[in-house]
């Protein structure tokens, strides 16, 4: 095979005519900045690149990529994306939704999409909070959340968007923050290169209707002790001094978080993103408090399975071979199958 | 003994037992081997929803209706001519649809005082006078078979089993009917035991032979085949025609088929065909849910393929918002509705014509589809191509409004030759169409079909975004410019009403009818058989049948104009009749039934005879 020819693109290349138009400050800029500066590394032709979006806030994003993208329906891209990923294969599919999309109204599509591993890369911006219809609590919202709809606070249990891909079989399962450009382009880079859904929960600051949902984690007097940086192969610590550790308390079903000086070395776990069972990934996704302290970001998981979309095409490619005949004719022995009998 | 030999023009038949007993494959053996013969046919399977209700209930008869005649035939027949009843219940289900004299064969051996008791038969009604006006056949179906089978190497329960064979055998004996194909059936089913062919073709043959040597069956019937028109022909119902022209669009577009479908009665059947056709590079999904799958589909045509989705009324319903995104993207989109009773679960496995209003207006905004109605079994299969040759040409979503009594129903279908369908290439937007010659429009429209380009993904220079927001024209940028929203809305409007469809045809031989029968979808047959029958008593009426429902044909007004009285017969509550009245001003006389069932020739005869005296 010859080597991909450079197709030398630039973040402009990637910037729509359209004018782009969330509001000022919002998270979502700092993301489409990203993503555009992400994607000449890609070393894909724009017309082969496809983002589809639901509805919200950050379902706008096909709208400012020059690449093609359809902007749907509320809930409905994972959807959408599998038709046109499964058959069209050979483009890169691209799904940006928000926490109400994904979570509420699209919640049934995400998890499908999830289990059957399509070859989706979708982008989950996290802000907590219904922003295109002015501030209702959202799926992702904190139980006791004061918005319009909820004036002396929400009563229902959000949902842990990366317990709940996990629990959905995903495949390749990460999370970054929409102001750290270059983490947030790590995460883009390992989500690319997966086969499969890959599953991106980015946390996304809505200044309007949920300021600061996330700033523990940007702020830079608290986000080292707050965040757990994971890296493949690397024991996990993490702290302004390093000063905390994350082991698997024996006898016990998940994780905790130590201080790195009380603790052996060898008890230290060592993040492995590869981990067939989902538990040990479930139990990273579960290690952060209402405070959000011990928030872990990079990529939880990254398996191998067949994606759906190389499955049912190799079923149609299978079902193909060995064939000679033209469509017609085949058409013609497919009509005259069965008991036929002829009048003269 | 010699057995008399009595022809006959045409005969109705109606297998029923237990939804366990085999009587959909014993209506199917017997349909075929009459297919044979050349006989035209018109089948009715009439089935519960559960798959096993109560064994010897009421709830879980099952029944198959055949009619087939020497002649051209239009409908299953109204009244059974003879009804094979193999348990007390299937008698007293369908005692009720037969006419004095019919010849009634029961299985005796399941008239049990238990089997009678659970059908509230005091005492057995083949020992009492209560069937004294009917030809009653007792026949210990039951035990004959075991009997027949005593040598095989079967268990009591697969040898009872075999005797819907038997009762088959006997029928096929009956009324002369050529078995070869079901021996190569039986052969095919149980190909992986042995066993099981030997076992049920020994019951078919002592079913056959019964018939020839008992006494109680004194006469033999024939029935001569039909004048058809030359060509090879197969016995098809609707589903299979339905998803064979699905097959034959993608062939004839060159376009690969993507079906997005989640299982709902009656319209899984068509998702089980397209699955085995990969070899035409059809894709099937099955779905999480009904919007998924239409969703997918969509997705599917943004990206090139004919996306399809299957499903019935509720279905339908939960696809209406992606079915509008597809009105405001302007793709290609079949929608099939297999239509069944409703509101709600309704009666899963009864007929109904009660979605016509949801497929021309169940939309939020102003969403205008065009809507296709196939009239019988084998018109399934031209419906779809009409179909798809509009999605794929006028780039819209086609509501294909079939129903359970088309779907299930078969008939036998002439062969088309490949080459002769309809030609559905499309061509890709492939240039800029800017007058820059570098930009590209995605809603300038060609002036002929007001069609938008088909840009799909992949193509280079042509990147662009699309979605539910409105658009401004020709750029497709987004737009909430008032004059433009209105503009747009009239455009996608006229997008639909200014297809071209063919002219209605009356049908009006005597050329001096003053009342015309106008119907849609399923009802064509029944109609048909009800106007022939006035004709050949004398009276004059004249027949349109839709096939467009949007746009409705050009003439239509005229032709409804032209006549003193208009009828619309309908499985609803008149919900065609009701467009007829609010566009054309005509005062159509609705004759509206839902009973689950399709009209009869004969209720259909009576009524439009009293609308001729009154005219």
Known sequence: ?344 | MTKQIRQLDRVVIRFAGDSGDGMQLTGDRFTSETAQLGNDISTLPNFPAEIRAPAGTLPGVSSFQVHFADYDILTPGDAPNVLVAMNPAALKANLADLPRGADIIVNTDEFTRRNLAKVGYATSPLDDDSLAGYAVHPVALTSMTIGALAEHDVSKKDAERAKNMFALGLLSWMYSRPYESTLRFLERKFAARPELVAANVAAFRAGWNFGETTEDFSVRYEVKPAKMLPGTYRNITGNAALSLGLVAAGVRSGLPVFLGAYPITPASDILHELSKHKKFGVVTMQAEDEIAAVGAALGASYGGALGITTTSGPGVALKSETISLAVALELPLVIVDVQRAGPSTGMPTKTEQADLNMALYGRHGEAPVAVVAPKSPSDCFHAALEAARIALTYRTPVILLSDNYVANGSEPWLLPDVESLPDLRVEFATEPNGEDGTTFLPYLRDPQTLARPWAVPGTAGLEHRIGGLEKADKTGDISYDPANHDFMVRTRAARIETIPVPDVEVEDPDGDARVLVLGWGSTYGPIGAACRGLRQRGLSVAQAHLRHLAPMPANLGEVLRSYDRVVVPEMNLGQLAHVIRAKYLVDAIGYNQVRGLPFTAAELETMLEEVLKNV
């Open chain 1, 1 to 344: 095979m010859s080597e991909p020819v450079a197709l030398k693109l630039t973040a402009k290349d990637f910037k729509s005519d359209q004018e782009v138009r969330w509001c000022p400050g919002c998270g979502d800029y700092a993301i489409l900045a990203a993503v555009q500066g992400f994607m000449p590394e890609l070393n894909i032709a724009r017309e082969n690149i496809v983002f589809v979006s639901g509805i919200g806030c950050s379902s706008r994003f096909p709208y400012y990529m020059n690449t093609y993208g359809m902007h749907s329906i509320h809930g409905r891209a994972p959807a959408i994306a599998t038709g046109l990923s499964v058959s069209r294969p050979d483009l890169s599919v691209w799904v940006v939704t928000g926490d109400g999309d994904a979570l509420s109204i699209g919640g049934n599509h995400l998890i499908h999409a999830l289990r059957r591993n399509v070859n989706l890369k979708i982008l989950l911006f996290n802000n907590r909070i219904y922003g295109l219809t002015k501030g209702q609590y959202s799926p992702t919202s904190e139980v006791g959340k004061v918005t319009k709809s909820t004036p002396v606070g929400s009563a229902d249990a959000p949902f842990n968007p990366l317990s709940l891909a996990l629990g959905a079989e995903a495949t390749f399962v990460a999370r970054t923050i929409d102001s750290d450009r270059k983490h947030l382009q790590s995460v883009l880079r390992a989500a690319a290169e997966h086969q499969g859904s890959a599953f991106v929960e980015i946390y996304q600051n809505c200044n309007i209707f949920n300021d600061g949902a996330f700033d523990p984690l940007k702020e830079p007097a608290t986000r080292d002790d707050f965040l757990i940086r994971l890296e493949h192969g690397q024991p996990i610590t993490f702290g302004s001094d390093g000063q905390f550790c994350v082991v698997h308390p024996p006898g016990g079903f998940g994780l905790e978080v130590r201080e790195t000086a009380a603790t052996p070395a060898e008890e230290i776990v060592v993040h492995d993103a590869t981990v067939a069972d989902p538990a040990y990934a479930f139990a990273l996704s579960r290690l952060p408090g209402l405070d959000l302290r011990n928030t872990p970001i990079g990529v939880f998981r990254s398996v191998d399975r067949p994606s759906y979309d190389s499955v049912v095409q190799e079923q149609v490619a299978a079902a193909r071979a060995g064939v000679d005949q033209t469509p017609e004719q085949q058409l013609s022995a497919l009509l005259g199958s069965g008991d036929t009998w002829t009048i003269l």
